[in-house]
């Protein structure tokens, strides 16, 4: 880490007093690629941080209610790099059925996400037979979940707006989810396909989805391949089974979390690439960012400098799953304020290098291929310089 960056955080940690310089260190604050808290927490809020990390980490047993169908037993492994609440090449694999156009999640066969464990060898899923898609997606990074939540609806649906005035063949489409936590309609802005709007709904999903631990929210097991008598058979712990509000232990954390630091290291040939992704159309759909309006000091009027305008598009990589109101084609425009750490790249981790997910591109972004394909070789290596910047 540079000393500048060690000195930001230094003054950072100091400014927020000594529980904060003492949580910093044993969150990894001086790491170059995130996994702290936000600046200008309280110390109440930087309390409930510490909290929420030590719940992330928490690797759940039988006994507390893991399983009995699961993924993993904890949230850090699909959210721990390059630090805490990134992302990590581990997949899951989810599977329906496509009949025509239409799209079944297979839920009474216990769809669509498959559990690859189990507490007990007779407790396991299995991909159905007649499943005609199985996909496998690499972990959304939860880096600056906080402020993403805080950006309002309505300047999503603007940048929608303004797509569609821009460039309506090429132009995006908002994700409308309701809340199960208030029941209200959100634009959504969280996972592959937009299907989430807020933090608490979205970690509730995954405990249950992710861990079989069920919660408040999603206060019912759900049964491996749908099958309620071995279901009755494996889950021997009661319902709800967050008995110690994990679920909001871990929202607090996720709100409170710290984006990726921007590039330290900004050169010409970086900021060349920099013109060139705006040149070609790449800004397009990877919108430099928005504005974060919160009740919280340290989140409110913050930019979101994520580099996704939070759209649905179809680029030609859709794993034919329909999730939310997003199609089999769609998916939410990945952010990019990440890219040096997130590699493999895509939903399915297919592209090793930004090369290679750049040519993936199709359908609305082909112009914006075609573009950088007609590129000189050193525009595209110092495009691909700023994208690794990021």
Not at 80 to 106: C, E, I
Not at 151 to 180: F, K, M
Not at 282 to 297: I, K, M, R
Request: hydrophobic share 40%.
């Amino acid at each position: 880490m540079t000393r500048k960056l060690v000195g930001r955080y230094t003054s950072a940690m100091r400014s927020a007093g000594p529980l904060l310089l003492a949580l910093g260190l044993m969150a990894g604050l001086a790491h170059a690629r995130g996994g702290g808290p936000l600046g200008g927490l309280t110390e109440a809020e930087v309390a409930q941080f510490k909290e929420g990390f030590d719940a992330f980490r928490t690797n759940l047993s039988r006994d507390q209610g893991l399983g009995p169908a699961y993924n993993l037993a904890s949230c850090y492994p699909c959210h721990g790099h390059p630090a805490l609440g990134g992302q990590s090449p581990k997949t899951v694999t989810r599977f329906g059925r496509l009949d025509g156009d239409v799209f079944s999640p297979l839920a009474s066969a216990g769809g669509p996400l498959l559990q690859q464990k189990a507490i007990t060898s007779s407790c396991a899923e299995v991909v159905p037979a007649n499943a005609t898609v199985v996909i496998r997606r690499n972990a959304t990074s939860a880096l600056g979940a906080g402020l993403i939540e805080a950006i309002p609806d309505q300047q999503i649906l603007d940048r929608a707006a303004a797509e569609r005035a821009e460039n309506a063949a090429a132009a995006g489409r908002a994700a409308v989810v309701t809340g199960v936590s208030d029941g209200l309609a959100h634009v959504g802005r969280f996972g592959w396909k937009a299907q989430g709007a807020l933090l608490v709904d979205f970690v509730g999903q995954a405990m249950v989805d992710e861990m079989g631990f069920t919660n408040a929210l999603f206060p019912t097991e759900e049964a491996p391949n749908g099958d309620l008598a071995l279901l009755a058979r494996c889950d021997l712990v009661p319902d709800p089974e967050d008995t110690t509000d994990f679920l909001y232990k871990v929202t607090r954390l996720l709100r409170f979390l710290s984006p990726p630091p921007q590039p330290t290291k900004v050169n010409d040939s970086v900021l060349r690439g920099e013109a060139v992704f705006n040149a070609i159309g790449c800004a397009f759909c990877h919108a430099a960012g928005y504005t974060a309006v919160s009740d919280n000091p340290a989140i409110d009027g913050q930019h979101v400098d994520l580099y996704s305008d939070l759209l649905l598009h179809d680029v030609g990589t859709g794993d034919g799953i329909v999730q939310g109101n997003a199609r089999g084609n769609e998916f939410r425009t990945p952010p990019l304020w990440l890219v040096r750490g997130s590699h493999p790249y895509l939903h399915d981790g297919r592209a090793r290098t930004v090369p290679e997910a750049i040519e993936a591109h199709q359908v609305q972004a082909l112009d914006a291929r075609a573009a950088y394909e007609g590129l000189s070789p050193a525009d595209k290596n110092a495009l691909v310089k700023f994208l690794r910047a990021r």
